[in-house]
């Protein structure tokens, strides 16, 4: 999509070329920043590594997918996805917004793997058919296996995108016929990071893509090869109604009094206590809101096997081992209220003591005649 000449812009000198102002960048360089959970001090270096570094070459591969990660990262503008992103790299490859089609498209593949093999990056949508030797998803003749094999074995690294590359997805599921896996399980030994959700956030995307240009290595991961700083916290924990669970006040039903006062959905069948994301930081829409925020439920979509395992989507979770308190929510909420109401109660009681206790030592400590006026009120 580039010619040579522009691949030898610095980020910063292809951005300013696009009309992007200096004011944005580094307000996209701190934003940055933050959903890396780096320190502030770190925006500098991004900036720096930005502005220097030579755009890395792109290709974006879609098997069994619906799109809706290309769709949730080109709509989002905050950080900029459209209008910044794209411009970090240089995108060869891109089934759903190339201009190429047919062949010439086909040519641009072929060229970015046996040009700049070792040195490009990879993008997977959508999971990978593996029965009846993947017939059931075909490019140009070829399966969707036979490119991933070839394009992503001849890539610096894989960034599997959505829960469908990263764990099979809906695809998947239980009653599938198509044996679809994720990028790991199709292809394992790969330089790999797993971005899962159903879509995937865009701005995990471009965080991930800084981190590579800023640090020229990945982001630590966790055992399923996430990003730590998009999946190394439940959103249990980081949820705006965890206050109500921890007071036990769960809304009962869509529309009751819990549910109108932003009470916690846990019994309405949230799934925030087994789930690693970042949706609670960085939400969807520019950033304006997310599930939860909206008073639905988290339906897990960025675990693993999320259809299978967190449906039905409205039942509660039940007690899961290595889930913390949350095993018995409503016994830890109600007995937190209970243990609250007890020691009110029990101060109560021990003000009374303590000040029949005053008073008892206030009176011994009167003088005689003081005490004996007042014998004869006590009918001693």
């Known amino acids: 999509m580039e010619n040579n000449e522009v691949l030898q812009d610095g980020v910063w000198s292809a951005l300013e070329k696009r009309g992007v102002s200096r004011r944005r960048f580094l307000k996209f360089c701190s934003v940055m920043a933050g959903t890396l959970a780096l320190p502030m001090g770190y925006t500098s270096r991004i900036v720096q590594a930005l502005e220097q570094t030579k755009r890395p070459s792109l290709v974006w591969l879609e098997f069994q997918d619906c799109a809706g990660n290309t769709e949730s990262a080109l709509r989002a503008s905050h950080p900029g996805f459209a209008e910044i992103v794209l411009d970090l790299l240089s995108w060869n490859y891109h089934e759903t917004v190339m201009a190429p089609s047919g062949k010439a498209a086909e040519k641009s593949l072929a060229d970015t793997v046996s040009l700049e093999k070792g040195k490009y990056l990879v993008v997977v949508e959508g999971s990978i058919p593996t029965a009846d030797n993947g017939i059931y998803c075909t490019i140009g003749g070829r399966s969707a296996l036979d490119i991933a094999k070839e394009v992503c074995g001849n890539a610096y690294a894989t960034i599997a995108l959505g829960t469908c590359a990263t764990f099979g997805g809906i695809p998947a599921a239980r009653g599938g016929i198509t044996g679809a896996v994720g990028v790991d399980k199709a292809i394992p030994g790969l330089r790999l990071i797993n971005l899962s959700g159903c879509p995937a956030n865009g701005a995990n995307l471009a965080a991930t893509l800084v981190h590579y240009l800023t640090f020229k290595e990945l982001p630590a991961t966790d055992n399923l090869k996430r990003p730590l700083f998009a999946h190394g916290e439940r959103i249990h924990d980081l949820c705006p109604r965890r206050a109500h669970y921890d007071a036990g006040q769960f809304a009962m039903d869509w529309g009751d009094e819990g549910h109108r006062n932003g009470w916690c959905l846990y019994k309405m069948g949230c799934k925030g206590p087994n789930t690693n994301y970042n949706c609670a930081k960085i939400q969807y829409n520019d950033g304006t809101n997310w599930p939860i ?88």
């Open 293 to 380: 925020g909206v008073g639905h439920g988290c339906v897990g979509c960025a675990q693993p096997a999320f259809w299978d395992t967190m449906t039905p989507f409205y039942r509660t979770l039940p007690s899961l081992p290595n889930i913390g308190v949350e095993t018995s929510a409503e016994t830890f909420g109600v007995g937190f209220i209970g243990a609250v109401a007890g020691l009110t109660a029990v101060h109560a009681v021990g003000s009374v003591i303590r000040n029949q206790i005053k008073k008892r030592n206030d009176d011994n400590s009167l003088p005689i005649t003081s005490q004996r006026a007042e014998a004869p009120e006590s009918n001693e």
